[in-house]
């Protein structure tokens, strides 16, 4: 296991870039297996979430090759139907394999996904959309069993725009029999990048980035080489991270409407934002006030994983704010460790009421999930004095080298083996 050491209080400067999307990476691993042809991800970041992945398309009979920064699949040989237990309960876009499966083999096999225990997280929508397509599911043993004679396009309309639920959609739909719509469909950047990538395999998709998406099902995909949009989640928590400690640094790779209602919320802080193309430039005195309230909702609103980030930069800042979350049930398990900073944070069901202070101090804490840890990470680089962030496992599922980016901004950050 390891952690970080971090001295806080100092100034970050100079220019960061975001790696490949790990919401994006993930989905276009697993619609790798739509083809027998090789298929090339170009960029991609360096986190465990990708290892695991990689892992999982290799047990299915896939041939993984990582090049560079890029990584090479070819499914030709992909013979198997059925992800292996502790490789699903690991990492929860494991679930994607479900859509791609079933139109590669007509078959799945999968245990119910892990990743971080942030809520409930029901996989409802997806397997009753599945259904509509013509899947047979049995649930037992903790297992998932899918099967279908042919995948047929059926009107799909989600109760939720669940990003997960419209990605196995796309991936079961795009070579089914006939015409599939999905309405209710969520709109993140990273569903558009999955439509692109399907597109350029030689699908047949429209209207990714609106609520309302169509298949038309084609017989066969071929290869693609494709790089990925950027992370603005990463970003994202950069922005913050100088928000909190001060100072200038410029962000690349993140256009502003990906992070529109964060930039509002920064200059409410008291930030300066300046953007242009993909370049995101902001200054702080760390001088901040509350924010006053912030919900988490579906993309075009605020993005439920930097929910615990923008917390963090509250719990420093003057006066009051309420947080809301309203995408998942437990997503507060990092105020505790947050606490022991010297935070005054109250929780409240899916509402988190923040009285800012004027100084966080060091302190050891442990990270309990992935934005959760990157949370403290942040807090840790602008508190008062040293502190430990224990237990990196979390952080490393979706940061690339981030104590390297940090260092090269002027923080003070070490990595330690316990």
Request: proline content about 3%.
């Amino acid at each position: 296991m390891d952690k970080f050491l971090i001295e806080g209080g100092k100034p970050l400067y100079g220019t960061v870039a975001a790696e490949s999307a790990k919401n994006s990476v993930l989905p276009l691993l697993a619609a790798s297996v739509l083809t027998d042809a090789p298929v090339t991800i170009r960029s991609v970041p360096q986190i465990s979430d990708v290892a695991c992945m990689a892992q999982i398309l290799k047990e299915l009979g896939a041939k993984v090759t990582f090049r560079g920064g890029s990584v090479v699949i070819d499914s030709a040989d992909a013979h198997s139907h059925s992800i292996a237990s502790v490789l699903t309960r690991e990492l929860r876009s494991s679930v994607f394999m479900l859509g791609s499966l079933l139109s590669r083999f007509g078959r799945a096999v999968c245990a119910y996904p892990g990743g971080c225990d942030i809520g409930l997280r029901p996989i409802d929508l997806h397997l009753n959309a599945l259904k509509r397509l013509g899947v047979s599911i049995e649930e037992r043993d903790g297992c998932i069993y899918c099967s279908c004679e042919r995948l047929k396009g059926a009107e799909i309309v989600l109760d939720f725009p669940s990003v997960g639920a419209t990605e196995n959609i796309l991936l079961a739909a795009v070579k089914a029999e006939g015409r599939t719509v999905i309405g209710g469909a969520a709109k993140e950047p990273e569903i558009v990048d999955l439509q692109n990538f399907l597109n350029a395999m030689g699908a047949n998709v429209k209207g990714a980035g609106t609520d309302v998406i169509e298949i038309e099902g084609v017989k066969k995909l071929g290869g693609v080489c494709f790089t990925p949009v950027k992370d603005r989640i990463e970003a994202g928590s950069y922005l913050i991270a100088c928000a909190i400690c001060g100072g200038e640094i410029e962000v690349v790779g993140v256009k502003a409407e990906m992070l529109a209602l964060l930039l509002h919320k920064l200059r409410e802080n008291g930030c300066k934002i300046h953007t242009k193309n993909d370049k995101i430039r902001i200054s702080s005195n760390a001088a901040l006030k509350c924010n006053r309230r912030i919900e988490t909702m579906p993309f075009p609103g605020f993005p439920t994983d930097l929910q615990a980030q923008i917390t963090a930069l509250n719990a420093g800042a003057e006066g009051g704010a309420l947080i809301v979350e309203n995408l998942f049930e437990t997503r507060y398990k990092y105020v505790p460790e947050l606490l022991k900073m010297g935070a005054d944070i109250e929780v409240r069901g899916r509402s988190a009421f923040v009285r800012g202070v004027k100084r966080l101090h060091g302190a050891s804490v442990v990270c309990r999930d992935l934005r959760g840890g990157a949370a403290l990470v942040l807090a840790a680089l602008g508190a008062e004095g040293r502190s430990e962030v224990l237990d990196l496992s979390h952080v490393d599922r979706g940061y690339a080298g981030l104590e390297e980016k940090f260092t090269k901004l002027g923080a003070s950050i070490r990595r330690v083996r316990v």
